[in-house]
T-cell receptor
Framework: DAKTTQPPSMDCAEGRAANLPCNHSTISGNEYVYWYRQIHSQGPQYIIH?????ETNEMASLIITEDRKSSTLILPHATLRDTAVYYCIVRVLNNAGNNRKLIWGLGTSLAVNP | DGGITQSPKYLFRKEGQNVTLSCEQNLNHDAMYWYRQDPGQGLRLIYYSQIVNDFQKGDIAEGYSVSREKKESFPLTVTSAQKNPTAFYLCASTKGASGTTGELFFGEGSRLTVL
């Protein structure tokens, strides 16, 4: 089962910031939060990841709460090409304890409107 | 340009036939993965390989087989034993062999429809 909870859909106006929330209340201290997005019928694309501190790259910013139970992905100036499904994922140890894997949920379908 | 190439993009097969999906990468990545995506479900891991000539079962390996004879290639065979093979199949790779990185690079996917 996914360790994250996201709203199923969101809307955003073109040019405005898109703030996508994610709850991961059962996250462990050494588990990273990853964000990917998937444009319809294409392979997912890595966006950003973090552990405790806020992170920023050319695509987005990731804000993680101090208790690490939730995070927000921010797309500062959304464009129509940002319309996609956004996945918030926790990277966990596999059952054997010798590798890590990503647990994918259903994501948030973001629609950027003109 | 470097990337991951999956083929074919669309594939139709009759029930009971084995099919092989191709995945090639020129990123010089060590680890490669196969995922399955169904409507209303998250991506599920089928198989992964961290080095040549070695691979491990993922969460839903039954009815599938893989090989890793070359670093660049990780083909997936969907056998007739797979009960519900119609799905969108995604191949991915990561740089490190340890699998500790979560930065996966994905191909464009192969959509398999079994009639």
């Amino acid at each position: 089962d996914a360790k994250t909870t996201q709203p199923p859909s969101m809307d955003c106006a073109e040019g405005r910031a898109a703030n996508l929330p994610c709850n991961h209340s059962t996250i462990s201290g050494n588990e990273y939060v990853y964000w990917y997005r998937q444009i319809h019928s294409q392979g997912p694309q890595y966006i950003i990841h973090g552990l405790k501190n806020n992170e920023t790259n050319e695509m987005a910013s990731l804000i993680i709460t101090e208790d690490r139970k939730s995070s927000t992905l921010i797309l500062p100036h959304a464009t129509l090409r940002d319309t996609a499904v956004y996945y918030c994922i926790v990277r966990v140890l596999n059952n054997a304890g010798n590798n890590r894997k990503l647990i994918w949920g259903l994501g948030t379908s973001l629609a950027v409107n003109p | 340009d470097g990337g991951i190439t999956q083929s074919p993009k669309y594939l139709f097969r009759k029930e009971g036939q084995n099919v092989t999906l191709s995945c090639e990468q020129n990123l010089n990545h060590d680890a490669m993965y196969w995922y399955r995506q169904d409507p209303g479900q998250g991506l599920r891991l089928i198989y992964y390989s961290q080095i040549v000539n070695d691979f491990q079962k993922g969460d839903i390996a039954e009815g599938y087989s893989v090989s890793r004879e070359k670093k660049e290639s990780f083909p997936l065979t969907v056998t007739s034993a797979q009960k519900n093979p119609t799905a969108f199949y995604l191949c991915a790779s990561t740089k490190g062999a340890s699998g500790t990185t979560g930065e996966l690079f994905f191909g464009e996917g192969s959509r398999l429809t079994v009639l």
